[in-house]
T-cell receptor, first 112, second 112 residues
């Protein structure tokens, strides 16, 4: 079955370390997105990519970086510059317009 | 700026009706609705387009008032399975891939 896979489900890191979250899709979708979810704040857009080798900053891109070398993959790196990285991170993809996003099951990152 | 959802939370008995509102300060092209159960990925429910019709999905329907940049989600004769957090996602453009800005969410709890 087609879908989006995020790994790992839970991730613990020490403060000051960079960490990379994986997102892979086999839906043949062109667009991919990273959202951050915090309690009471909904989902906020970090980065998005509409085609391979191209991506744009979202509303809260500071302290994050991405790459899109393959259509199927859109990894997110949380750098040490991100002041409050502990959160639930959701990856999504979109094919044709008006068919909605497909979300992965998320990665819960805890920085200690 | 994120769209504002109201109410923030609601508790219903099984069989009761609920209305969840989503209001944006920007002119909208489309509104998406998603439901997220605790610890899971958000799931796409429906999309409403500018100039489009009111949509329905079994006992869940929605409307879109373009002039007021508002959308409402209607859940009738609620079932236990309707419990979760509902998010609206708004898109201000009809070009390229969709880029959604999500609301802060409405937590719906259905009790027997």
């Amino acid at each position: 079955d087609g879908g989006i896979t995020q790994s790992p489900k839970y991730l613990f890191r020490k403060e000051g370390q960079n960490v990379t979250l994986s997102c892979e899709q086999n839906l043949n979708h062109d667009a991919m997105y990273w959202y951050r979810q915090d309690p009471g704040q909904g989902l906020r857009l970090i980065y998005y990519s509409q085609i391979v080798n191209d991506f744009q900053k979202g509303d809260i891109a500071e302290g994050y970086s991405v790459s899109r070398e393959k259509k199927e993959s859109f990894p997110l790196t949380v750098t040490s510059a991100q002041k409050n990285p502990t959160a639930f991170y959701l990856c999504a993809s979109s094919g044709r317009r008006h068919y909605g996003y497909t979300f992965g099951s998320g990665t819960r990152l805890t920085v200690v | 700026q994120q769209p504002v959802q109201s109410p923030q939370a609601v508790i219903l008995r099984e069989g009761e009706d609920a209305v969840i509102n989503c209001s944006s300060s920007k002119a909208l092209y489309s509104v998406h609705w998603y439901r997220q159960k605790h610890g899971e990925a958000p799931v796409f429910l429906m999309i409403l387009l500018k100039g489009g019709e009111q949509k329905g999905h079994e006992k869940i329907s929605a409307s879109f008032n373009e002039k007021k940049q508002q959308s409402s989600l209607y859940l009738t004769a609620s079932q236990l399975s309707y419990s979760g957090t509902y998010f609206c996602g708004t898109d201000i453009s009809n070009f390229g891939n969709e880029k959604l800005t999500f609301g802060t969410g409405t937590r719906l709890t259905i009790i027997p």
